[in-house]
C-alpha cells in the first residue's frame, strides 16, 4: 500500500507539470503547424505573463483588494492581456519581416528576440528569484502517518481543471469558430488559402495571440505552484514545452498536450525514484529514442511535398 501510494503522489506531481508544459507547448505548436517555423520567444512570453500576474496581484494587495477570485480573475486578465500583446509584437517584428526567407534566419530572429526579452526583464525587475504569493493553500490528504501520506493541493485541482478547461476551449474554437477553420486552412496551404481571401497575416498574428494566451494562463498557475519568478523562469520551462511539442508531434495540438503530460509524468517519476538531477537526463533521452524511431513524434503525421 505505502509502494502504490507514493506511485499515485508521483503520477499527480507529474501530470500537475505535464498540464502546464502542454498549455505552453501549444504555442510552438500552433506556430510551426501554421508558418512551419518554431517561436523560440515564446518561453519569454509565458515569463512576462507569470511576471505581469505577480505584479497584478501585488497592486490589489496594495489597495487591500483580498477576495481571492477577484485577484486570481483580475491577475489572469492582465497576464493574458500583456502576454497576448507581447506575443502580437514578436509576430510583427521578428517573424513577418522575414518571412519567406531562409529558415535559418526566423530562427535567428526568434533567438534574437528571446535574448532580447530576458535581459529586459533582468533590468527592469532584478536577476534575484521573486516570491509569488500562495493563493490557494490546502489540500487533501490520503493514507496515515504509518504508511505514506499521499496529498493532491488545491492548486493541483486548479491547475487540472484549469488545463481541461483551456484545452476543451481551444479544441471547440478550432473546430468550430470561423477563425479556426481559417487557421485550419493557412496550415494545410497557406498560399491557397490567400489566393481564396483569407487574410492569412491576421490569421497567423491571431495563432501567436492564442498561443500567448495560454502561455499566460500557464505562468500564473506555475507561478504559484512553485511559489517564485524569476528572468531565467521562461527559458527553462519553453525549452521544456519545446521538448513536449516535439515529442508529441510538433504541429498536432493533441500530440502537445501528450507531450507535456509524458514529459511531465517521466520527469516526476526519474525525481521521486532515482534523483532529480536525472530529470532532464531522462526527459531529453526519451525524446531521442522518440525521434529514432518516430521522427514525427508519436501523434505527428509526415509532411506531404506540394508539387
Not at 195 to 220: H, K, M, P, Q, W
Amino acid at each position: 500500500m505505502q509502494d502504490l501510494l507514493y506511485f499515485f503522489q508521483q503520477l499527480i506531481n507529474g501530470l500537475t507539470i505535464g498540464s502546464t508544459y502542454a498549455l505552453i507547448a501549444i504555442g510552438y505548436t500552433m506556430v510551426y503547424g501554421i508558418i512551419g517555423m518554431i517561436n523560440f520567444a515564446h518561453g519569454e512570453v509565458y515569463m512576462i505573463g507569470a511576471y505581469t500576474a505577480l505584479i497584478a496581484i501585488t497592486g490589489l494587495a496594495t489597495l487591500g483588494i483580498a477576495w481571492l477570485p477577484l485577484v486570481l480573475i483580475v491577475a489572469l486578465i492582465c497576464a493574458v492581456i500583456v502576454s497576448s500583446s507581447m506575443g502580437w509584437a514578436v509576430e510583427r517584428v521578428a517573424y513577418r519581416p522575414v518571412r519567406g526567407r531562409h529558415r535559418l534566419i526566423p530562427l535567428i530572429s526568434a533567438i534574437g528576440m528571446s535574448i532580447f526579452l530576458q535581459n529586459y526583464v533582468h533590468l527592469a525587475q532584478g536577476s534575484r528569484n521573486i516570491g509569488f504569493p500562495a493563493l490557494i493553500e490546502g489540500g487533501f490528504q490520503f493514507g496515515s502517518e504509518d504508511t505514506f501520506p499521499m496529498s493532491i493541493s488545491y492548486i493541483q485541482i486548479t491547475i487540472f481543471i484549469t488545463t481541461l478547461i483551456c484545452m476543451t476551449a481551444l479544441s471547440l474554437f478550432i473546430s468550430r469558430s470561423r477563425i479556426g477553420r481559417a487557421c485550419r486552412a493557412v496550415s494545410q496551404d497557406l498560399g491557397m488559402a490567400n489566393l481564396l481571401g483569407i487574410d492569412t497575416n491576421r490569421i497567423i498574428s491571431a495563432t501567436f495571440v492564442i498561443g500567448a494566451s495560454l502561455a499566460a494562463v500557464a505562468g500564473l498557475l506555475l507561478g504559484m505552484y512553485y511559489g517564485s519568478v524569476d528572468p531565467l523562469f521562461g527559458f527553462i520551462a519553453g525549452l521544456k514545452a519545446f521538448t513536449a511539442a516535439v515529442l508529441g508531434g510538433i504541429g498536432s495540438i493533441p500530440g502537445a498536450m501528450l507531450g507535456g503530460l509524458i514529459l511531465g509524468v517521466a520527469e516526476s517519476m526519474t525525481s521521486g525514484y532515482l534523483s532529480g538531477e536525472y530529470k532532464d537526463v531522462v526527459s531529453f533521452s526519451l525524446l531521442i529514442l522518440i525521434l529514432l524511431f518516430k521522427p514525427t513524434g508519436l501523434l505527428g503525421k509526415p509532411e506531404v511535398e506540394k508539387i
